[in-house]
């Protein structure tokens, strides 16, 4: 599966933003698909999953940061909220077959990537 992300833009504090993730000429439905973010100079940090499991977030995301997935099952969505100057970083999807992985939240489970996109909040 190919994954391409959008919807990343320069925001200002405390505003809301959705970023989509498409796989291109595929669904999800075979594989476990997460978003994750990444600063300069720092891993891949995870912040949500869906799978066969449901979704599952990372501490830090719960209360702010909501996934979902579109009817045809091939595009999958972030929506942040209350946008923090911190939130600044390139996002990412990733996907790992269903299955073949112990927790999707972590970067090193994942084996595709989309290019990701970039969000800046500015004060």
């Known amino acids: 599966v190919q994954l391409v992300e959008s919807g990343g833009k320069l925001v200002r504090i405390g505003e809301s933003l959705r970023l989509s993730c498409a796989a291109s000429?595929?669904?999800?439905?075979?594989?476990?698909v997460g978003w994750f973010r990444q600063v300069p100079g720092e891993g891949r940090q995870g912040l949500s999953c869906?799978?066969?499991?449901?979704?599952d977030y990372s501490d830090f995301a719960k209360g702010r940061f909501t996934m979902s997935m579109n009817d045809a099952r091939d595009t999958v969505f972030l929506d942040m909220r209350r946008l923090k100057p911190e939130d600044t970083a390139v996002y990412y999807c990733?996907?790992?077959?269903?299955?073949?992985?112990?927790?999707?939240?972590?970067?090193?489970?994942?084996?595709?990537w989309g290019k990701g996109t970039q969000v800046t909040v500015a004060s």
């Open positions: 990733a996907t790992v077959i269903e299955g073949d992985y112990n927790d999707c939240l972590q970067s090193y489970e994942m084996d595709r």
């Open positions: 000429g595929d669904t999800f439905d075979d594989y476990a």
């Open positions: 869906l799978s066969t499991s449901g979704f």
